[in-house]
């Protein structure tokens, strides 16, 4: 830290650029160890230490110089952690922030903006677990020099330095304090180091066992999952509801429990297995039945200790589907959903205004092809003619190129092994092909299969008697001519192979360079868009991520993506793919860059799926079948 505190003592007190902090030209004399010539070396050494804990300088972006972003690494043994699942970092960061906002306290004015008083920035994590690129595990070099006075080194010799340390990597952010460069020194030399020596002396080693403890039953159940008859499991004892506010567990709210008919032993827990297949969930109004189909999709995630649902597990592939009255659709087959449409094809079908019916249609159909075995779908956020036509709509409406998910939905299953769970409330057709009806009464379960069916059975057969006394009558009618009815077109069942897309993005338009000129273009603001080239995706009904900083790391990755293609066709699965192992081996920070001032520097890694998702939903682009 004396180095650091020698740059910004010889900075103006009105500079914007703080040039030599991010520069930190370091002189190393000649003829010491790590300088074999025999003249002085200068190199830029960012990274300074108190400590054992490391401190490196990063520029968040070009527009943004008072604001430095910090990545502090700090050895897990100095934390007693000695396993290293993501939750652990998440933990560890979460503990970090209380310093950060016990700092944020002294510093607020509510009459200065940050650029007066300073800040410190960081991400408030959900109840979610996510790989972040501002808190995990990483291995980094032990100190290899002393400092010989302002911004002199001299390193040690290789054998002195030692073996690298697992350390515990946090990025935060600082607002420097303008033409303040003594509370500048203040924060960074003085503030920030004794924050992380009150975080190690501090740090509840007990809470991050619990932690670790508690991600190993959740990997545990995601194995038994794979390979049970079960596409999700929800603990007795969870607390579903969240709070309006805190987005946590509700105060005072009804744990919940499994019906005993469906209730399962995993890995030493008790609870709901839904099965594989068509499952539904309904109830009355404010009854509990989205928030269960809610947790189902949060499921997805591990979720941090303390949040309630901790132990609700889902199928990872999982896809969250709705109506979305608007987006784009390119070059799908819609066919097993859609028979035809006027002067279009739907088999090879693009729309730059979805209605609701062809949008959820293209949602399930996208969602199948990149690899989805489990479907959410809550009826009140779906398009009504996409979902159900009673025998009475049947009959006043001859001609109908809409195939209803119910005459999909089991099919779905036996063909492609997709399963469903569905929230339904207004509607009696998915009683009688459902596997399992699950009703929620007062955030209270029960299984009301066998009940229901006997009502669906019931109402079909006085339907049916209704419909052989009409049609009795009408052949009675003295001297009456026959009607001459259209004929009805078909909705038999749809080849296992018609569910999967066969199409190839062409790189024409896949690009992050505006179509006229000008550099590349990105920006992901808050408000559920990606900005990209000449495409404004808007990502505000998918709703599977999780927060803003996977659509930043989706903008970004797609940014990649799109800058190294060179040839006509791009392989997007296989793209994708490769990716994510390069963001496996090298972390995910490989895919940011500093030049584009309109995106966050905190990133949170989605899933391929949604990344996918994304991608579909870009407007200039096209398909090629194959």
Same mark, same amino acid.
């Given at each position: 830290?004396?180095?650091?505190?020698?740059?910004?003592l010889?900075?103006?007190?009105?500079?914007?650029?703080? %040039?030599?902090?991010?520069?930190?030209?370091?002189?190393?004399?000649a003829?010491?160890?790590?300088?074999?010539?025999?003249?002085?070396?200068?190199?830029?050494?960012?990274?300074?230490?108190?400590?054992d804990?490391?401190?490196?300088?990063?520029?968040?972006?070009?527009?943004?110089l008072?604001?430095?972003?910090?990545?502090?690494q700090?050895? #897990?043994?100095?934390?007693?952690?000695d396993?290293?699942?993501?939750?652990?970092?998440?933990?560890?960061?979460r503990?970090?922030?209380?310093?950060?906002?016990?700092?944020?306290?002294?510093?607020?004015?509510?009459? &200065?903006?940050?650029?007066?008083?300073?800040?410190?920035?960081?991400?408030q994590?959900?109840?979610?677990?996510?790989?972040?690129?501002?808190?995990?595990?990483?291995?980094?070099?032990?100190?290899?020099?002393?400092?010989?006075?302002?911004?002199?080194?001299?390193?040690?010799?290789?054998?002195?330095?030692?073996?690298?340390?697992?350390c515990?990597?946090?990025?935060f952010q600082?607002?420097?304090?303008?033409?303040?460069?003594?509370?500048?020194?203040?924060?960074?030399?003085?503030?920030?180091?004794q924050a992380?020596?009150?975080?190690?002396?501090?740090f509840?080693?007990a809470r991050? %066992?619990?932690?670790?403890?508690?991600?190993?039953?959740?990997?545990?159940?995601?194995?038994?999952?794979?390979?049970?008859?079960?596409?999700?499991?929800?603990?007795?004892?969870?607390?579903?509801?969240?709070?309006? &506010?805190?987005n946590?567990?509700?105060?005072?709210?009804?744990?919940?429990?499994?019906?005993?008919?469906d209730?399962?032993?995993a890995?030493?827990?008790?609870?709901?297995?839904?099965?594989?297949g068509v499952?539904?969930?309904?109830?009355?109004g404010y009854?509990?039945?989205?928030?269960?189909?809610?947790?189902?999709?949060?499921?997805?995630?591990?979720?941090?200790?303390?949040?309630?649902r901790?132990?609700?597990?889902?199928d990872?592939?999982?896809?969250t589907? *709705?109506?979305?009255?608007?987006?784009?659709?390119?070059?799908?087959?819609?066919?097993?959903?859609?028979?035809?449409?006027?002067?279009?094809?739907?088999?090879?079908?693009?729309?730059?205004?979805?209605?609701?019916?062809?949008?959820?249609a293209?949602n399930?159909?996208?969602?199948?092809d990149?690899?989805?075995?489990?479907?959410?779908?809550?009826?009140?956020?779906?398009?009504t003619?996409?979902?159900?036509?009673?025998?009475l709509?049947?009959?006043l409406?001859?001609?109908?190129?809409?195939?209803?998910?119910?005459?999909?939905?089991?099919?779905?299953?036996?063909?492609?092994?997709? *399963?469903?769970?569905?929230?339904?409330?207004?509607?009696?057709?998915?009683?009688?092909?459902?596997?399992?009806?699950?009703?929620?009464?007062?955030?209270?379960?029960?299984?009301?299969?066998?009940?229901?069916?006997?009502?669906?059975?019931?109402?079909?057969?006085?339907?049916a008697?209704?419909?052989?006394?009409?049609?009795?009558?009408?052949? #009675?009618?003295?001297?009456a001519?026959?009607?001459?009815?259209p004929?009805?077109p078909?909705t038999?069942?749809?080849?296992?192979?018609?569910?999967?897309?066969?199409?190839?993005?062409?790189?024409?338009?896949?690009?992050?360079?505006?179509?006229?000129?000008?550099p590349?273009?990105?920006?992901?603001?808050?408000?559920?868009f990606i900005?990209?080239?000449?495409?404004?995706?808007?990502?505000?009904?998918l709703?599977?991520?999780?927060c803003?900083?996977?659509r #930043?790391?989706?903008?970004?990755?797609?940014?990649?993506?799109?800058?190294?293609q060179?040839?006509?066709?791009v392989?997007?699965?296989?793209?994708?793919?490769?990716?994510?192992?390069?963001?496996?081996k090298?972390?995910l920070?490989?895919?940011?860059?500093?030049t584009?001032?309109?995106?966050?520097?905190?990133?949170a890694?989605? %899933?391929?799926?949604?990344?996918?998702?994304?991608i579909?939903?870009?407007?200039?682009? *096209?398909?090629?079948?194959?």
């Amino acid at each position: 830290m004396k180095r650091l505190k020698s740059y910004l003592l010889s900075m103006d007190n009105n500079t914007t650029t703080y %040039r030599e902090m991010y520069a930190a030209d370091t002189m190393i004399p000649a003829c010491t160890p790590g300088n074999p010539y025999g003249i002085p070396q200068f190199v830029s050494e960012p990274t300074f230490w108190y400590e054992d804990i490391s401190f490196t300088i990063e520029m968040t972006n070009k527009n943004s110089l008072d604001r430095p972003t910090i990545l502090m690494q700090i050895p #897990t043994e100095n934390l007693g952690i000695d396993e290293y699942p993501v939750a652990a970092a998440d933990e560890c960061y979460r503990q970090w922030i209380r310093q950060l906002e016990s700092m944020n306290a002294e510093l607020y004015n509510r009459n &200065k903006p940050f650029e007066l008083t300073g800040y410190y920035f960081y991400v408030q994590p959900g109840g979610e677990i996510l790989t972040r690129n501002s808190a995990y595990f990483a291995m980094r070099p032990r100190k290899d020099y002393y400092n010989a006075g302002q911004n002199k080194i001299i390193h040690f010799r290789p054998e002195e330095v030692g073996e690298p340390q697992m350390c515990v990597s946090m990025r935060f952010q600082v607002q420097l304090p303008h033409k303040r460069i003594k509370k500048v020194l203040s924060m960074l030399v003085e503030d920030i180091p004794q924050a992380a020596l009150m975080f190690v002396r501090g740090f509840d080693c007990a809470r991050a %066992r619990e932690v670790i403890l508690l991600a190993r039953k959740q990997k545990e159940l995601r194995e038994w999952l794979k390979t049970s008859d079960y596409c999700a499991f929800l603990a007795n004892g969870s607390i579903l509801p969240r709070d309006s &506010k805190t987005n946590g567990p509700l105060a005072g709210a009804v744990p919940f429990e499994a019906p005993k008919e469906d209730t399962v032993t995993a890995c030493g827990l008790e609870g709901l297995g839904i099965r594989k297949g068509v499952t539904v969930i309904t109830g009355g109004g404010y009854s509990g039945k989205s928030t269960v189909l809610d947790t189902v999709s949060a499921g997805i995630y591990d979720h941090a200790l303390g949040d309630g649902r901790e132990l609700c597990i889902t199928d990872e592939t999982a896809m969250t589907i *709705s109506a979305e009255d608007g987006r784009c659709v390119k070059n799908l087959d819609i066919s097993p959903f859609i028979a035809w449409l006027p002067g279009g094809s739907t088999g090879d079908f693009s729309t730059e205004h979805a209605s609701g019916s062809t949008s959820q249609a293209a949602n399930i159909l996208e969602s199948i092809d990149s690899g989805a075995k489990l479907l959410l779908i809550d009826e009140d956020k779906s398009a009504t003619n996409f979902m159900i036509r009673d025998s009475l709509m049947k009959n006043l409406i001859r001609r109908e190129p809409i195939t209803p998910f119910t005459e999909r939905v089991n099919e779905l299953y036996k063909t492609c092994g997709v *399963s469903t769970i569905l929230v339904i409330g207004g509607s009696g057709e998915y009683l009688g092909i459902a596997d399992s009806i699950l009703l929620m009464d007062e955030y209270r379960m029960y299984n009301v299969t066998a009940q229901a069916r006997v009502l669906y059975e019931a109402q079909a057969s006085i339907k049916a008697n209704r419909r052989a006394q009409a049609q009795a009558s009408e052949a #009675t009618a003295a001297n009456a001519p026959a009607e001459e009815k259209p004929a009805l077109p078909t909705t038999g069942p749809v080849p296992t192979e018609s569910w999967h897309q066969h199409r190839v993005l062409l790189s024409e338009g896949f690009t992050p360079y505006p179509k006229q000129f000008g550099p590349q273009k990105l920006e992901v603001p808050d408000v559920g868009f990606i900005l990209i080239g000449d495409e404004k995706i808007d990502t505000n009904l998918l709703h599977d991520i999780a927060c803003q900083e996977q659509r #930043t790391a989706i903008g970004f990755m797609l940014r990649q993506m799109e800058a190294r293609q060179n040839g006509r066709t791009v392989d997007l699965k296989a793209e994708v793919r490769q990716l994510y192992e390069e963001i496996a081996k090298d972390g995910l920070d490989i895919v940011y860059s500093g030049t584009f001032p309109g995106c966050e520097r905190f990133l949170a890694c989605p %899933r391929e799926s949604d990344l996918l998702a994304v991608i579909n939903r870009m407007r200039r682009v *096209s398909y090629t079948k194959c």
